[in-house]
């Protein structure tokens, strides 16, 4: 079952969801079971950082890391939290791909999330986001690889730097494997989210908010989303992120920067001391949606 932390107070004004993945069930991936070392340990990290700024959490490991687990806690946070409230979402685990069967994605890709029993699919991701109330704050890190356009990038050499370079990139043939063998169900999610939009030509949020500036289509949904979103990914469109031997190579200097709450500035700051010590292969990417002004000027993590 999912272990919940609560807080110290007993008024909630702050939830947070955190996943960690270190290996997937074999019987939906096409018998790959995904192994990696530190998820689990950077979902209980993330989840001290929550209970620590008073936030009542719920963390997810491994095989309680499930779609329906995940979605009833995304979905319970929406329904709680009201205007000013913050909802703090943290994964930690393989991203993989399926293909686009809506028409809105360039690469004929839907990036995904690999969840225990199956991948979440960005579509679903950002129309969950818009079940919040407006004024919510929501708060994303994912230490994960989870873009489009990560396969066109040079992959790591095997073996060239041990299991603590080990990519968060769930491989090419395997993500193939899975959707030919479920095909009819990532099909079915990709329209129902196409169905609930009222329209095919839906985004998800890495595109929508890299092309806010230039796409006017994009600027008119981003004005429908209500809350205020920061999404902080582990690298860049065309990278990979790294699994480590405590944690991920995204949380791991996350940690270092936050320095158990001694660091001060607000969110922008908190991501380029982030990108500063992490090598250039791997560079963190950062994004609002919605609203999100004054959210990027706070201290991170405040309730």
């Known amino acids: 079952m999912a272990k919940i932390i609560k807080p110290p107070s007993a008024k909630v004004k702050a939830l947070s969801l955190h996943i960690g993945l270190n290996s997937v069930d074999p019987a939906h991936y096409g018998g790959w079971s995904g192994d ?10 993330m ?7 008073g936030m009542k959490s719920t963390v997810l490991l491994t095989k309680d ?24 979402m943290t994964f930690s685990g393989h991203g993989g791909q399926i293909p686009d069967v809506t028409g809105e994605e360039d690469d004929k890709k839907d990036e995904t999330w690999c969840l225990y029993d199956g991948q979440l699919i960005d579509d679903e991701l950002y129309m969950e986001l818009g079940r919040f109330a407006r004024g919510v704050r929501i708060l994303v890190f994912s230490d994960s ?7 066109r990038a040079p992959m790591p050499v095997p073996g060239a ?5 080990r990519s968060k ?13 479920h095909q009819a169900f990532y099909d079915k999610l990709q329209k129902d989210v196409a169905r609930v939009a009222g329209k095919t030509k839906q985004v998800d949020p890495d595109s929508a908010l890299a092309q806010l500036a230039v796409s006017p289509r994009l ?6 989303l209500k809350p205020a979103v920061i999404l902080i990914s582990g690298c860049q469109d065309n990278q990979t992120s790294y699994d480590g031997d405590h944690n991920g190579a995204f949380t791991e200097q996350l940690l270092h920067v936050w320095n158990n709450g001694a660091f001060k500035g607000n969110y922008a700051k908190f991501h380029a001391s982030i990108v500063a010590r992490l090598p250039p292969e791997q560079t963190p990417n950062f994004f609002t949606l919605g609203p999100a002004t004054k959210f990027i000027t706070q201290q991170p993590f405040t309730v």
């Open 161 to 165: 730097a041990g299991p603590a370079r």
């Open 65 to 88: 890391g499930t779609r329906k687990n995940m979605l009833d806690a995304i979905r319970a946070a929406a329904k709680q939290l009201k205007s000013g409230g913050l909802f703090f």
């Open 47 to 53: 989840a001290a950082i929550a209970k620590s700024s």
């Open 145 to 151: 690889c989870h873009s489009g356009t990560v396969t």
């Open 219 to 224: 600027t008119a949904i981003s004005k429908k």
């Open 36 to 45: 990696l070392n530190a998820c689990e340990f950077d979902a209980n990290d």
């Open 169 to 181: 990139m769930m491989p090419l043939s395997v993500g193939m494997r899975t959707y030919s063998e």
